[in-house]
């Protein structure tokens, strides 16, 4: 299969997720354990670092990484967090807590990335931002892995089917051939390294 090409900067607006087969971002109870194990492409995480100029969250994600940064800390720019209860947050270097409309966040996103991409990290930010027109792009790496329960990436029970083009050369409605087997063991050689 051919995969996509290195992301570049441009003042997008990204959903980015490293996503199980069966469409989760993570685990119940915002479990991320199963992120391990997986190869990804070599210089994924450089190629986000890169151009990635901000991160948008919500609490909840926020509240489960207990403090620590995208991409182990190799990414060391304006983090923003959205919540209805900014009183009540610990304040943290880098990171802006906000309690605005999703569009006010990502143009103030935005302006902190400086041309660079704002990166989405929360399935419920961007399903809302989705409905406004507000993503450009939907950025994923597919793991081999079924998880069955979780926090979907988009979980909208009652929305309209949302169609998609993909983004490179060729048909932008061609569906996307993967073939996998069951197996008991992860790859030994996989570094468990994680995109997001
Ligand atoms: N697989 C990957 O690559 C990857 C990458 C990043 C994150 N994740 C995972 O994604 C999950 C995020 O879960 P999630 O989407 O369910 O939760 P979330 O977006 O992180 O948090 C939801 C909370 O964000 C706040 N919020 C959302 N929209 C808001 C708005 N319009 N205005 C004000 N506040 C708003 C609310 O907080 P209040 O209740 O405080 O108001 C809401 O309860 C986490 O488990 C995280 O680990 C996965």
Redesign the pocket.
């Known amino acids: 299969m051919v995969d996509t090409e290195p992301q570049v900067a441009g003042g997008k607006v990204l959903w980015h ?3 199980s087969l069966d469409g989760f ?2 685990g119940p109870n ?1 479990a ?1 354990d199963w ?1 391990t194990g997986f190869s990804f492409r070599p210089q994924l995480a450089a190629e986000y670092v890169a151009t990635t100029g901000a991160v948008l ?6 509240d ?2 207990n403090g620590s940064r995208p991409y182990g800390g190799a990414w060391e720019g304006p983090i923003f967090v ?4 900014p009183e009540d947050v610990t304040p943290a270097d880098g990171v802006t807590f906000l ?1 605005c ?2 569009a006010e966040a990502v143009r103030i996103g935005l302006a902190a990335a400086g041309g660079k991409n704002l990166e989405v ?5 961007g399903r ?1 931002l989705l409905e406004l027109g507000l993503i450009d792009e939907i950025d994923l790496h597919i793991a081999p892995i079924l998880l069955g329960a979780g ?1 979907r990436l988009y979980d909208n029970p009652s929305g309209v089917p949302i169609r998609l083009h993909r983004v490179g050369e060729g048909d932008p409605t061609s569906v996307v051939n993967v073939r996998y087997r069951p197996t008991t063991t992860a790859s030994p050689s996989a570094p468990g390294a994680s ?2």
Do not use: C, E, K, Y
């Not at 969250?57 to 926020?62: A, L, M, P, S, Y």
């Not at 990290?121 to 930010?125: G, H, N, Q, V, W």
């Open positions: 997720f490293t996503m971002v993570a915002h991320m992120m969250g919500g609490r909840d994600g926020w489960t990484i959205l919540t209805h209860h309690n409309d999703v990290f929360s399935p419920t930010i809302q926090i995109a997001g």
